[in-house]
């Protein structure tokens, strides 16, 4: 799947214009996406550029690009990002990274959120496969866990734990994350609308009517969803 994500990223690479503001966010395709940046030099030199990622700010920082901090900028132009899967009304789950937080910031900000993949992330329905994440502020865990559970009744609720170090995983904003599954992935909006609702929550990775468009490759060719 590895070249279909790379023309995904060399399509995505035209809708940059020359002086614009690009956020990006992490994984394999964004990275074919700076690599594609970069073999433009006119537009790799006059763009700013900034992300949710850690790893992809270093790739950036290696590049040449100019890479500004998310909390110094209140809009960008565009933001490109990956994700786990995409359902047929562009709801997107973005879980595995645990940087969902800053992810969703970025994608709030930009005038458009565009999202590139192969098209393993296109799915009818979310099939819960990939676990929703929920980001909780640590004195609210157990509060958390429990109104998960009478709300929305996930099969599994995980505290994430590191596979590097003993303990659990902590984000960029001192908090746990939360490994939500389901045998079948409850409706989107009652998802996010609930979520969102529970104190001690700051964000969840499942991206509810903010994504415009995705630019997906297959076998076929390029497709571009909105
Ligand atoms: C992490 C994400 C990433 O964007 C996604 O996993 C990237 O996938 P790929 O490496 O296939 O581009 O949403 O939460």
């Not at 991206?207 to 060719?221: D, K, S, T, Y």
Request: hydrophobic residues 45%; glycine residues 10%; aromatic residues 6%.
């Amino acid at each position: 799947m590895s070249d279909l994500k790379q023309q995904a990223a060399l399509a995505a690479v035209k809708l940059i214009k020359e002086n614009s503001v690009v956020g990006f966010g992490a994984g394999s395709t964004i990275a074919y996406l700076v690599q594609g940046i970069k073999d433009v030099p006119a537009l790799a030199g006059s763009i700013t550029t900034v992300t949710s990622s850690f790893n992809t700010k270093m790739l950036l920082q290696q590049s040449g690009f100019v890479v500004k901090e998310m909390g110094d900028l209140g809009e960008i132009d565009l933001y490109f990002d990956g994700c786990d899967q995409f359902d047929s009304r562009l709801n997107a789950l973005k879980s595995g990274g645990g940087i969902h937080t800053r992810e969703k910031i970025l994608a709030s900000m930009a005038h458009e959120f565009i999202l590139i993949g192969d098209e393993s992330k296109s799915v009818e329905k979310l099939d819960g496969k990939y676990p929703l994440v929920v980001e909780v502020i640590p004195d609210a865990l157990a509060f958390v866990m429990n109104r998960l559970q009478q709300l929305l009744h996930p099969s599994e609720c995980r505290i994430r734990l590191s596979d590097r170090k003993d303990g659990a995983v902590i984000t960029e904003n001192g908090n746990f994350l939360l490994d939500c599954r389901w045998t079948v992935f409850p409706e989107p909006a009652l998802v996010n609308e609930k979520v969102n609702g529970i104190p001690g929550v700051l964000e969840h990775s499942l991206f509810v009517n903010i994504v415009r468009l995705a630019i997906i490759a297959g076998p076929g060719g390029i497709k571009i969803i909105r």
